[in-house]
């Protein structure tokens, strides 16, 4: 277990659930000491006593055991309590204060994969967000928002390759994002890229 992640859980241990369920559009699931909470579009059980999530619904695209950031982000997401609901303003990680020098290097962006993954074949980006609990919005040749979390969205736009330029993806956050640290948010995009190109790996 990573450092932040006993973190995180220690920190949710602590917390009132009443004011965590408010903050985070998760439910407190009382009999069983559990948080039921949507990742994806779909529930999983975060039982913080024992440390352990959990799928509960039929149909998983999205299978969590080979997303590298998913036991971090699980707890730590519903230990930061974000409270504020989206706002509908989107910032590029970058524009946060200090993203423009963190997100590079070892903490770039994972756009260019999902431009690879998704570049030709902008119905697939929609197909696929759709099966991670996303809606179609505007933008680019095709744009998605998904709902890594219910107070925590991800917006994807991509630009198709032609013979002058190769296919462009951006991945963009709610304004209200900036509550989280930049190496959570680098972890939350890392996961969603991961989460769009397995679910979209089934159609090759």
């Not at 985070?24 to 440390?51: C, H, N, Q």
């Not at 971090?72 to 020098?101: D, F, I, M, N």
């Not at 431009?115 to 996303?134: Q, Y």
Request: proline share 8%.
């Amino acid at each position: 277990m990573l450092a932040g992640e006993k973190e995180a859980w220690k920190k949710l241990a602590s917390l009132d659930p009443d004011r965590v369920v408010e903050c985070t559009g998760a439910e407190y699931w009382e009999e069983e000491d559990v948080y039921a909470v949507l990742v994806f579009g779909k529930p999983y059980l975060v039982d913080f006593i024992e440390r352990q999530i959990r799928e509960i619904g039929p149909e998983y695209h999205f299978h969590f055991q080979h997303a590298t950031h998913f036991n971090l982000l699980v707890p730590l997401y519903l230990a930061s309590c974000p409270k504020a609901e989206p706002s509908g303003h989107l910032v590029s990680p970058r524009s946060l204060p200090q993203g423009e020098a963190f997100f590079k290097g070892p903490h770039e962006l994972p756009e260019e994969v999902l431009a690879h993954h998704f570049g030709s074949n902008p119905d697939r980006l929609v197909e696929t967000a759709r099966k991670l609990g996303g809606t179609r919005t505007e933008g680019g040749d095709a744009a998605v928002i998904i709902p890594v979390f219910p107070k925590l969205p991800v917006t994807v736009i991509l630009w198709v390759g032609d013979l002058e330029f190769p296919a462009r993806a951006k991945m963009l956050l709610d304004e209200t994002a900036a509550r989280l640290p930049l190496d959570a948010l680098w972890a939350l995009l890392m996961m969603t890229a991961e989460a769009m190109t397995q679910v979209a790996g089934h159609h090759h």
